[in-house]
C-alpha cells in the first residue's frame, strides 16, 4: 500500500497487518518507538487469528517490565494478554545473538569457541558499527523460518539512520571482506610491496596497539573470514524480506517540526531505494481537550474576566489553570502546524497520556486506537 | 564541590531533552564568569557549539568573550592521532596510515577513546578553565566513557594503551570531571536517567555532577487552593456549556500533570547519590535570547 494519497488519511494497523508478515517500525531516539510496537503488538494480537510477537533491542527496563518480562535473554517470552490473545515478545541481547551467530556458522566448535575468546571478538558486539542491527537481523531470520508467527513487530534499533538496519548485511561482508583487510591478514603476502606495507603497518601497530592486541586482531579477522559469508547470506534474505511486500514500514515521530522533518528526510532516502513508507504515528501530542476551540475560549473568558461561564470567585480561582490550558491549546496549534507537513501520508495521532503505560493494560489501551 | 569548580563537564542525555542547548548555557555561563572557557562538540554534529553563530572546525575558535567553540569527530581524532604518531613520516606513509586508521577504527573501542582523549586533552592542556562537552545520547556516551578502560583491557602493551592511564585518572577525578544529565520531569525520562547513572558508576570512571530539569515550570497552584480547586473540578456548577466543561477537563489534566512532575522529582531526589546537584530549568520560548535566558537560569539555580 501507497501512503501518499491524494490527501492525509487516517492510519490503521489493521489494513495494513492484512496480508503482511512483517511490520518494521523506525524512528529516531526517545519518540516512543518501543513503546508503539509494544502497544501495536497488543492490539495486533487481540484483532488478528494467530500468534504476534514483537522484537525489540534493548529497550529501557521499565518497558520490559510493563510486558511483564525477565530483563535477560533472548528467548521469546509469552506475554500476559488481557484478552487472551497470543503475544509474545523477545529482547534481544546483541551480545548473545553474535555467538549464536558464530556457533551456528563457524566450520567447527574448536573455530567458535576460538572466535568467542579472542579478546578483540568479546567486545566487538557492542561497540562493532551496526552490530545490534545485524544481530536483530539475524535472530529475525529465525523467527520468521520457525513459521510460527501471523505478524513480527520490528522495533529497529536506535541509530542515527533508520535505514542503516537494512543495509546491515551489506555493511558486515564490506567490513569484513575489505581488501586492506585481506592485505593485513596476509591474503596478499605474495606481493613484495605489499609485503613490504604490510611489514611497515605491522610495526606501526605495534607501536601503537601493542603486538598481543595486533596478533589478536589479526586472528579475529582470519577466523570470522570463516564464518562471515554463511552469516551474510542468511541475513540478506531477511533485509530483503524486510523491503519486500510482506512488509510493512511505520515512521513514529514526536510532534515537533524537527521530528516531523525526520520523516520527510527519511521518506526521501526510502524514495531512493524503492520503498514507500506506510504511515506515520505521531506520538505524545496535546489531548483532544487542548484542540477543542470551545475550551480555548472559555479559558480566554476566565483569565480576560469578560463573560466567564464561572462566578465571579470561581473565575478567579480558575485563572492560572485557564492560563496553563491557553498555553497547553498553543502548543496544540503549533503541533497541528507540523503535523501538516505530513499531507499525503497515512497518520496516526497518539495523545499524551498524564503518566507513560506501566503494564499490559495500559499497552493495550494505547494499542486499542491504533487498529 | 560546586559544578563550575571542575575542569571538565560532560553534558549527556537522552534526545529531545534539550541537551544542546543546556551544554551551551553551561559554557556560555562559564566564560560569563571569567573562566576561558572551552565548549566541545562530540556528538557528530554542531550541537552546543553551532549555537553561537559561525560554524564549529576542528580548530578552537573564539565566538564570545573567553569562550570558544570546537567540534570533534571520532575519525579526525583518529587521523590527527596517527598522524602525530607517524610524524615526518606521516607524509609519505598515506596508504599505511589509511590501514591502521581503517584497523583502529575496527578495533572495538578505540575511536572512542581518541574521542575521549581529545576532550580529555584539552581538560589537561592548561590552556583552559572549564571544557564543557556536549556529548553523544546516553548509551553511546557510557561506551566513551567506559573506553579508556576496555582498551586497557584488552590492549594492555603499547602507545595507545599509555594514554589510557591518565585519561581513566582524570575522568575519574571527580574535583576535576563531572558528568551532567539531562533531563525532563515526565516518567520515561527520570527512570532512564536513573538507570544512566547507575551504569555510568558501574562500568565508567566517571562520576555524576548534576541532573538538570529541563522544561519545568511552577506549580500551577500553592497548596492552599488545591482543596478549593479539587471541589470546583467534581462538583461541577449546573448547566456549563461544553467547553466551560472542558475548560475543567483540561485544568484537570493540568493538575495530574504538575503532581507527576512533582512525584519524579522526588524521587530524582531520593535515588541519585547523595550531593549530586538536581537543578530546574523552566521552559523557554524560541526566538528569545535563548542562551542568556538559561545561562541566568542555571546561574540562580546554583544561587551564583
Known sequence: ???????????????????????????????????????????????????????????????????????????????????????????????????????????????????????????????????????????????????????????????????????????????????????????????????????????????????????????????????????????????????????????????????IERVGALVEELDERGLTLDGVVVNGVEPPEFWDPGVADAAERVTSGERSHFSQSNTALLTPGAEYVLERCGVAAAQAEAIAQLEGFATLTIPRTVHSPSNVTGLAELGEGLW | MGLFDRRLLIVGGKGGTGKSSVAAAIAALSAFRNARTLLVAADGSPGAAGMFGPAPSSDALEVRPNLHVLQIDSQAALSEFVKLQLGPLGSVAGPVAGAFSFVADAAPGVSELLLVGKYAHEARSGDWDMVVVDAAASGHLLGELAAPGNVAEIAPIGRIANETGWMIELLGDPEITGVVNVTLAEEVPVAETLEFVDRLHTSTPARLAAVVVNRTRPQLYARSRRSELAELLTDRPKRLTKGANGLLDAVQIGLDRADVASEVDRRLRTDLPPGTEVLHLPEFGAGVDLQGEIREAIADELSL
Do not use: C
Open chain 1, 1 to 259: 500500500m501507497n501512503a501518499r494519497s491524494s490527501s492525509a488519511s487516517r492510519l490503521g494497523l489493521g489494513p495494513i497487518a492484512e496480508g503482511r508478515s512483517l511490520l518494521v517500525v523506525a524512528g529516531a531516539g526517545g519518540v516512543g518507538k518501543t513503546t508503539v510496537s509494544a502497544a501495536l503488538g497488543m492490539v495486533a494480537a487481540d484483532r488478528l487469528d494467530g500468534e504476534v510477537l514483537v522484537l525489540t533491542i534493548d529497550p529501557a527496563r521499565r518497558l520490559a517490565s510493563a510486558l511483564g518480562m525477565e530483563i535477560d535473554g533472548n528467548d521469546a517470552v509469552r506475554v500476559p494478554h488481557p484478552t487472551g490473545g497470543r503475544l509474545s515478545a523477545a529482547m534481544l541481547d546483541p551480545g548473545r545473538a553474535w555467538d549464536a551467530l558464530v556457533r551456528q556458522e563457524a566450520p567447527d566448535a574448536t573455530t567458535a569457541d576460538r572466535i568467542i575468546a579472542n579478546p578483540v571478538y568479546r567486545r566487538i558486539a557492542d561497540t562493532f558499527v551496526h552490530g545490534n542491527d545485524y544481530a536483530a537481523l539475524s535472530w529475525l531470520e529465525e523467527a520468521i523460518a520457525s513459521d510460527r508467527y501471523r505478524l513480527i513487530i520490528v522495533d529497529t534499533p536506535p541509530s542515527q539512520n533508520a535505514l542503516d538496519f537494512f543495509d546491515a548485511p551489506q555493511r558486515v561482508e564490506e567490513f569484513f571482506s575489505s581488501s586492506l583487510l585481506n592485505w593485513l591478514t596476509g591474503g596478499q603476502s605474495g606481493s613484495i610491496v605489499g609485503a613490504a606495507a604490510t611489514r611497515t603497518f605491522g610495526s606501526l601497530a605495534d607501536r601503537l596497539l601493542g603486538s598481543q592486541f595486533f596478533s589478536d586482531i589479526v586472528e579475529f579477522f582470519t577466523l570470522m573470514q570463516t564464518v562471515v559469508p554463511g552469516m551474510v547470506e542468511r541475513t540478506s534474505a531477511v533485509a530483503a524480506d524486510l523491503a519486500g511486500d510482506d512488509a510493512a514500514l511505520l515512521a513514529v515521530s514526536a510532534p515537533s517540526v524537527a521530528s
